[in-house]
């Protein structure tokens, strides 16, 4: 459970291709619009000044932690319900009964190491983490102490080495075929005849040599 007084600590999900840490480094303040989940709207309401933030990028691959932020404004209306053109859009939201509000965060730093979620899930400490639970997409989450302070040393341990890949086993190599006899020939001819083809093709069959001849005085008799 996060501390219900003092500093808490939240993860929060952001897809780098809209807006990442770096854009958030480049800005440096930013308010989290375009949440659209009521879970989520109720834990940025639950936020204090100076929480702190795991930036979470998401929808990417692979996803995991790439920096931190913190928490500088809380109850902020978000603009895009009322933008037409936007896709966070509402139109039962008005200027007078706004639907949505957010929070504004302040970049603090960027991991010297990226924490994929295979890290996270490879760490025990972190076992019960929202983000690693089934099914959880929830955009903005708490977390504890330790886990953020657990994620915070992941970012600045290299990761390690994926063991080596096995060399591959040379195939022996395939015995050649013999030769298949011509369409037409002897051999072939005489293999469908069930009878082993003549040594040398073209051969005539060797016939039995004739009988000796009685001598010439044996003859006389």
Do not use: C, M, N
């Given at each position: 459970m996060v501390r219900a007084m003092?500093?808490?600590?939240?993860l929060m999900k952001s897809e780098p291709e809209q807006f990442g840490i770096?854009?958030?480094a480049r800005v440096e303040i930013e308010p989290w619009t375009g949440v659209r989940s009521y879970f989520a709207r109720a834990h940025m309401r639950a936020m204090s000044v100076g929480d702190a933030v795991l930036f979470h990028h998401s929808n990417t691959t692979p996803p995991g932690v790439a920096g931190l932020a913190r928490v500088v404004r809380?109850?902020?209306?978000?603009?895009t319900q009322f933008d037409p053109d936007?896709?966070?859009?509402?139109?039962?939201?008005?200027?007078?009964?706004?639907?949505?509000d957010c929070v504004e965060v302040e970049y603090v730093a960027t991991l010297p190491y990226f924490v994929s979620m295979d890290r996270l899930r490879a760490e025990p400490s972190l076992a019960d983490m929202l983000v690693l639970q089934r099914g959880m997409r929830l955009s903005v989450q708490p977390v504890t102490e330790a886990q953020?302070?657990?994620i915070v040393a992941l970012g600045h341990t290299a990761p390690p080495a994926p063991p080596p890949k096995a060399p591959r086993t040379a195939k022996a190599p395939k015995a050649a075929k013999a030769p298949k006899a011509a369409k037409g020939s002897k051999a072939a001819k005489a293999a469908k005849a069930g009878r082993a083809p003549?040594?040398?093709?073209?051969a005539r069959p060797r016939t039995k040599s004739p009988a000796p001849r009685r001598s010439a005085r044996?003859?006389?008799r």
């Open positions: 003092g500093k808490q600590f939240w770096a854009d958030l809380t109850g902020v209306v978000d603009p936007s896709k966070y859009y509402d139109p039962k939201a008005t200027h007078d009964k706004p639907i949505w953020y302070e657990a003549s040594k040398k093709p073209g044996r003859a006389k």
